[in-house]
């Protein structure tokens, strides 16, 4: 079944200026069965091709005021304005939020929806009485862009912020990931479903660094997520299977050597992990030579962008 993209995020975070996410929704003649095809990458970084859908969703206004939220298509210039959210007082530079740009027509081929009717997930945090930090999402509304009442939130603390990995949106439920205080062993991952309006939380399979391209989310060619990582000269695959009592578990992870698969001339300088392809088993690394494209599954990779100063 068809699920729609999920076009473009915006995160805020430590290590991100406070500017839109750009996601771009890039599709082939013959785009992957059961998927969207979308490529997303971390923050500051916009991939496009010949056809592809960019939208960019970002919170504009003052300082310590409430923010609309703009929905902008680079592709056409059009850009829709959303009021903020009920309640939301967020500073324009936070850790406690962001948003995400979901396709909202039904058995949509995302060949050229960046134009169509959209819906926007807002995701938020509520620090008031400065002891409890409670998430809740809102749903803008497609024919008003109206919010909906936030869904029962969950309390993770008053040091937990939302962390700068952009979100997966599969089988109606969208995933993005907090951490909890400065340490990195304390990370975990928000799912919010969007027929139930149910938000829930599951541990991550592994704590990670708190920069934001060490780790990324993925939705995998078979519909389950993905939690991809990258340390040192190792990628980690973990993905999340229903077994037979109908209790869903992290896999152990899929374990490859990037040293031994792609051409590396300074094994000393630290790879990065900027993205996937939504639906696929595509990943993209950079590396001291280069931007790479590798399929986790046969282990097959081209070089998309070649370092000026590299000889690779």
Not at 32 to 54: E, H, I, K, V
Not at 130 to 143: L, P
Request: charged fraction near 20%; aromatic fraction near 10%; glycine fraction near 10%.
């Amino acid at each position: 079944m068809e699920h729609p993209p999920c076009w473009a995020s915006f995160i805020p975070g430590h290590h991100s200026p406070a500017n839109g996410r750009r996601i771009c929704s890039s599709h082939s003649s013959s785009p992957p069965q059961n998927s969207a095809g979308a490529f997303r990458t971390t923050a500051g970084r916009t991939w496009r091709t010949p056809s592809a859908a960019c939208w960019t969703a970002g919170m504009a206004g003052d300082y310590g005021k409430p923010m609309p939220l703009i929905v902008w298509d680079p592709m056409t210039g059009r850009r829709t304005k959303l009021g903020a959210p009920k309640g939301c007082n967020m500073p324009l530079d936070t850790d406690f939020g962001g948003a995400a740009v979901l396709c909202a027509v039904a058995g949509c081929d995302h060949r050229a929806c960046h134009q169509g009717p959209f819906r926007v997930v807002f995701f938020g945090m509520s620090t008031d009485d400065g002891a409890h930090g409670i998430i809740h999402v809102r749903v803008s509304s497609v024919d008003t862009g109206e919010w909906s009442e936030p869904c029962p939130g969950l309390d993770l603390g008053v040091e937990s912020f939302i962390t700068p990995v952009p979100p997966v949106f599969i089988q109606d439920t969208l995933y993005f990931t907090h951490n909890i205080g400065e340490h990195d062993d304390q990370a975990g991952i928000l799912k919010y479903n969007l027929g139930s309006n149910c938000l829930s939380r599951i541990d991550a399979p592994r704590a990670w660094p708190l920069r934001d391209d060490f780790a990324i989310l993925m939705a995998m060619e078979d519909g389950s997520l993905g939690f991809a990582q990258v340390h040192r000269l190792t990628f980690y695959l973990w993905t999340r299977q229903t077994g037979y009592d109908g209790v869903a578990s992290w896999t152990q992870p899929r374990v490859i050597d990037l040293k031994n698969l792609l051409p590396i001339q300074n094994p000393d300088k630290r790879l990065r992990l900027i993205g996937s392809v939504e639906g696929s088993d595509i990943v993209f690394v950079t590396t001291d030579l280069g931007v790479y494209q590798i399929n986790i599954k046969s282990l097959q990779w081209k070089k998309l962008w070649k370092r000026e100063n590299s000889i690779g």
